[in-house]
């Protein structure tokens, strides 16, 4: 049994979380519960088998291994019933750099890609960084749920849109989308001759059914989708993710803007990372939504016990909570400056885009000793 409980210090580690909150923010932080990562030892099979890396002690360069494909052929099925073979997947660095490569690959400068905010920053950066345009759709929050506005995209689209940066689950607000949504989006997808690039790196973060746009077979030779262990095993800071898709061509323009940005090389410790998917790892898992399912009942639980003004946006999939703090009527500068003051890190709403001014993402991957604390300095600040 994991034990989600055990508080490890990371300071002084290098963690970014906690080492470089004061980069981040200007200002010191006592509490850094923003960047998208958890305060939990990864599963003991899985250090063990790093340790065994370790103590073979030679790390020169490595193939992908034979494992590499398996375990990622394994997983999928497993989890979302998704049937790849091993010419299917392409390894990359980072999910990142993936929707980078993808955007070069599947637009041309001056195109546009559609975006969905507020979303996870880098969807912005790696749009406008490759001289393209963010073609920029708000979510629409109704009665404490958002949806995507599919008549304002159909106005929205023009000859020059090529490309659409989708977030499933999505970041920041949590949300799986459902099978009509999906449907939809596919739908004005092939109509306007799009490609789709879906990020489902929190796609085992889920506390109902989640349904991969790769389910949806008109899609094959228009989608490619991002993924990783990283957010499901804590495995960051390894550096390894991969992408699967159906079309030769598309993997091939994909492959050679990767490879335009060497971000096609894995190290010694991502082979190890990215064998995690087994059996251990699905228990480990099981135990793990439990727990940050507890912590998200308890947030919940205790703002209402305080009637307080701040609301958990209602989420169904990440360790990530969308808090809307706009009842309390202050400008995002005047919300961040009384965090900072209480010494609390999250991060900013409007960060996030449009849609984003008004909320704060917190992460609950992290002890629950840890948010309690927070939340009780919350309820005192405001």
């Given amino acids: ?14 963690c970014v979380k906690y ?3 004061y980069r981040y923010f200007g200002t010191e932080i006592e509490h850094p519960l923003w960047v998208a990562d958890m305060d939990f030892e990864v599963p003991k099979f899985l250090r063990k088998r790093l340790q065994k890396k370790v103590d073979f ?12 494909y398996k375990s990622i052929i394994f997983w999928q099925k497993l989890q979302n019933n998704i049937i790849l073979k091993k010419h299917n ?3 990359s660095s980072s999910v990142v750099a993936s929707l ?5 690959a599947f637009s041309d400068i ?3 890609v559609v975006v969905f905010s507020p979303v996870y ?5 790696v749009i406008e960084e490759n001289e393209r345009r963010v073609l920029n759709q708000e979510l629409v929050l109704d009665n404490g749920k958002y949806s995507i506005d599919f008549d304002k995209l159909k106005q929205s689209i023009t000859p020059k849109t090529k490309l659409i940066l989708f977030c499933s689950p999505h970041n920041p607000i949590g949300k799986i989308w459902s099978e009509k949504e999906l449907t939809k989006l596919a739908n004005i997808a092939i109509e306007n001759n799009l490609f789709i690039v879906s990020d489902e790196i929190h796609c085992d973060i889920v506390f109902d059914k989640f349904i991969s746009m790769a389910k949806d077979e008109r899609l094959k030779n228009r989608l490619i989708v991002l993924n990783s262990p990283s957010k499901t095993f804590n495995t960051a800071g390894l550096a390894s993710s991969y992408v699967f898709c159906y079309d030769i061509d598309m993997l091939r323009a994909f492959k050679t803007q990767l490879a335009s940005i060497h971000s096609n090389h894995l190290n010694n410790f991502s082979n190890v990372a990215m064998s995690v998917y087994s059996y251990k790892g699905k228990v480990w898992l ?4 439990k727990y940050i399912q507890s912590n998200k009942t308890f947030v919940i639980e205790f703002l209402k016990f305080h009637k307080s003004k701040i609301k958990v946006i209602d989420s169904n999939a990440t360790y990530l909570l969308w808090l809307d703090f706009r009842e309390f009527g202050l400008s995002q500068k005047e919300l961040t400056q009384k965090l900072y003051d209480a010494k609390i890190g999250l991060n900013s709403g409007d960060s996030f885009g449009l849609g984003g001014v008004g909320f704060m993402r917190l992460n609950i991957a992290t002890q629950n000793k840890n948010l309690i604390k927070v939340l009780e300095k919350l309820i005192k600040v405001f």
């Fill in 286 to 289: 099981i135990e793990l939504l």
């Fill in 100 to 104: 980078g490569a993808c955007v070069r």
């Fill in 1 to 14: 049994m994991a034990n989600f409980d055990k508080i490890k210090s990371r300071k002084n580690t290098n």
């Fill in 89 to 91: 997947i392409v390894y």
């Fill in 110 to 112: 001056g195109d546009e």
């Fill in 57 to 68: 002690g030679i790390f020169g360069y490595e193939e992908i291994s034979k494992e590499f």
């Fill in 121 to 125: 920053y880098p969807f912005f950066s």
């Fill in 19 to 21: 080492d470089g909150a």
